[in-house]
């Protein structure tokens, strides 16, 4: 078993930013690749960005290509999301989410464990 936990959600004006931090526990953080993703209400969840477990493959979704920056700490067992010119849209609950020995992908069916999500919420 992983357990998972987001931290860093939270209100901001459009335009600011936020960094969501995922932690790990329970197996070898380093054997798992990580993803974000976020379901708006109403809405399904949708992929957000990933890393491959060693960290040398990233993805993102179009929509936060260029505004949004996933990395890894293994030694801290932490995944992050940057967020920087957040807009209206982005107001969602984001989760993490583990893949053992994944490469990073944007599919929700092949991550195993997930976690319990943040809130991030983005006034106009």
């Known amino acids: 078993q992983v357990q998972l936990v987001e931290s860093g959600g939270g209100l901001v004006q459009a335009g600011g930013s936020l960094r969501l931090s995922c932690t790990a526990s329970?197996?070898?953080?380093?054997?798992?690749?990580m993803g974000w993703f976020r379901q708006a209400p109403g809405k399904e969840r949708e992929f957000v960005a990933a890393i491959s477990y060693r960290g040398r493959n990233i993805y993102y979704a179009d929509a936060v290509k260029g505004r949004f920056t996933i990395s890894r700490d293994n030694a801290k067992n932490t995944v992050y999301l940057q967020m920087n010119s957040l807009k209206s849209e982005d107001t969602a609950v984001y989760y993490c989410a583990a893949d053992f020995y994944g490469l990073g992908s944007n599919d929700v069916a092949v991550y195993d464990y997930w976690g319990q999500g943040t809130q991030v919420t983005v006034s106009s």
């Open positions: 329970g197996r070898t953080f380093s054997n798992y690749a």
